[in-house]
């Protein structure tokens, strides 16, 4: 007797609406790709499904296991066998010279073992189980695919604009050296306030080398992604998209039959139960058919006519009696795989929810932060603009004057850096989720 599982047995309550969700349960966009409305995203996720070979790998995973499942059920079928056999012989008898003849055979037979009480449907049913899980780990594959290229793309488009904020900042810190220069050749600056200058310069020409060193490590592994050799070949990635305003998280009920990894989870602990159940049939009787016959002659025409076949057919019944404890060992094996399988779906389901909820709840985090290093940004520029003025009026330092530059290139890359963030827990939500792409 097969247990009754339930999909939202879980091992704790779940609740009606997600504790973080401010959308109430609005439902899941059908292909979460487009919803950032970047062309340039879209075609490298088509790439990715394409030609990526960790895809195409899980892709021969489910044919491996839909061809498991056909062998497991084979069983349940009559086996027949032919053999034909083809003898030539030489006699020889002292005086009377040699004598030469053939000798044709063809045996056939068939075995069948009679699944009266389903052990063998059953364990054929946890392969197509088990095939099924397969079936939902390559949907996952996919999904995880589709993210992490548009991860990556949304990585590699903050890195080229890192670059080109650190480039501007090279820019005006040049001038800002040939100010200090101007200023030092007419004896208004001492030496040390050009070296400052000039060490400035320099480790914003470092961060510059540093950002695009992230560019061809980013883009290599976008490439191997897409299928390609990585030659660090230019990508298409010019401005983040803006983050799409509604967040679309659905109902908690449904996360557990919508996510390919629980789904999966719950595939194979149904495959346990019924490979436990079709141990446990290991304790009946077997009631097994052979039939064997054929015929063997000199002449071949002879091996067409029925009357020169021979046969038998032969029913019989095994029961087990001792086996040493293998069938209970087996049966003790399954049932602990089984509570196993059951331990893992709960555990799984559980944090798929807290992946949810925590993605959630980091995008409210991450909105306030953004706002607040948008301001940020507002004041460092009003205040870099400030710093150049007093400086050239004798009001500030060069510390002050170089400060304000460093605080402006970094808050301008922070805000970047947390744009970005964004829409990377923007997809982690929708992979949580196991939104189609």
């Known amino acids: 007797m097969l247990p009754q599982r339930h999909v939202e047995e879980v091992g704790a309550e779940i609740p009606d609406q997600w504790v973080e969700d401010k959308a109430l349960g609005q439902p899941m966009p059908t292909k979460w790709v487009e919803t950032f409305g970047d062309p340039h995203l879209s075609a490298l996720v088509d790439s990715a499904l394409a030609d990526n070979y960790e895809l195409k790998a899980a892709a021969a995973r489910v044919d491996?296991?839909?061809?498991?499942?056909?062998?497991?059920?084979?069983?349940?079928?009559?086996?027949?066998?032919?053999?034909?056999?083809?003898?030539?012989?030489?006699?020889?008898?002292?005086?009377?010279?040699?004598?030469?003849?053939?000798?044709?055979?063809?045996?056939?037979?068939?075995?069948?073992?009679?699944?009266?009480?389903?052990?063998?449907?059953?364990?054929?049913?946890?392969?197509?189980?088990?095939?099924?899980?397969?079936?939902?780990?390559?949907?996952?594959?996919?999904?995880?695919?589709?993210?992490?290229?548009?991860?990556?793309?949304?990585?590699?488009?903050?890195?080229?604009?890192?670059?080109?904020?650190?480039?501007?900042?090279?820019?005006?810190?040049?001038?800002?050296?040939?100010?200090?220069?101007?200023?030092?050749?007419?004896?208004?600056?001492?030496?040390?306030?050009?070296?400052?200058?000039?060490?400035?310069?320099?480790?914003?020409?470092?961060?510059?080398?540093?950002?695009?060193?992230?560019?061809?490590?980013?883009?290599?592994?976008?490439?191997?992604?897409?299928?390609?050799?990585?030659?660090?070949?230019?990508?298409?990635?010019?401005?983040?998209?803006?983050?799409?305003?509604?967040?679309?998280?659905?109902?908690?009920?449904?996360?557990?039959e919508r996510r390919p990894d629980v789904v999966a989870a719950f595939e194979r602990l149904k495959a346990a139960d019924f490979r436990t159940a079709s141990s446990k049939k290991l304790l009946l009787p077997r009631i097994t058919l052979t039939a064997a016959g054929g015929t063997r002659s000199s002449d071949l025409t002879e091996l067409i006519d029925p009357k020169a076949v021979a046969w038998h057919v032969f029913a019989g019944l095994m029961q087990p009696l001792f086996t040493g404890g293998r069938i209970k060992g087996e049966i003790f094996r399954n049932q602990a795989r089984a509570e196993e399988a059951l331990n893992f779906y709960k555990n799984t389901a559980l944090n798929a929810f807290r992946e949810v909820e925590q993605a959630l709840a980091a995008e409210e985090w991450l909105r306030q932060q953004e706002a607040s290093l948008r301001k940020a940004v507002e004041q460092t520029e009003s205040s870099q603009r400030l710093a150049v003025y007093s400086y050239r009026h004798n009001l500030i330092g060069i510390l002050t004057l170089l400060d304000s530059y460093r605080s402006t290139l970094n808050a301008q890359s922070a805000h970047l850096s947390v744009t970005r963030q964004l829409l990377s827990n923007r997809i982690n939500l929708y992979l949580a989720l196991g939104g189609d792409v």
Request: charged residues 25%; without cysteine.
């Open 64 to 256: 491996a296991a839909i061809a498991q499942a056909r062998i497991d059920g084979s069983s349940r079928w009559p086996q027949f066998f032919l053999t034909a056999e083809h003898e030539r012989a030489q006699i020889r008898e002292a005086g009377f010279g040699s004598s030469r003849f053939d000798v044709f055979e063809v045996l056939f037979g068939m075995s069948w073992e009679l699944d009266v009480w389903g052990r063998i449907r059953d364990f054929q049913q946890a392969a197509v189980l088990e095939a099924d899980a397969t079936a939902v780990d390559y949907y996952g594959v996919k999904l995880s695919l589709a993210a992490r290229v548009a991860q990556g793309y949304f990585e590699l488009v903050e890195a080229n604009l890192q670059a080109k904020v650190v480039e501007q900042s090279i820019k005006d810190r040049t001038i800002i050296v040939s100010l200090v220069r101007g200023r030092f050749q007419r004896g208004l600056e001492r030496g040390l306030d050009l070296r400052l200058a000039l060490t400035d310069l320099a480790n914003a020409e470092a961060q510059l080398k540093q950002t695009r060193n992230r560019i061809q490590m980013i883009t290599r592994r976008l490439e191997i992604l897409l299928g390609r050799y990585p030659a660090g070949n230019e990508i298409d990635a010019i401005a983040l998209p803006q983050l799409p305003v509604d967040i679309p998280a659905g109902l908690p009920s449904e996360l557990l």
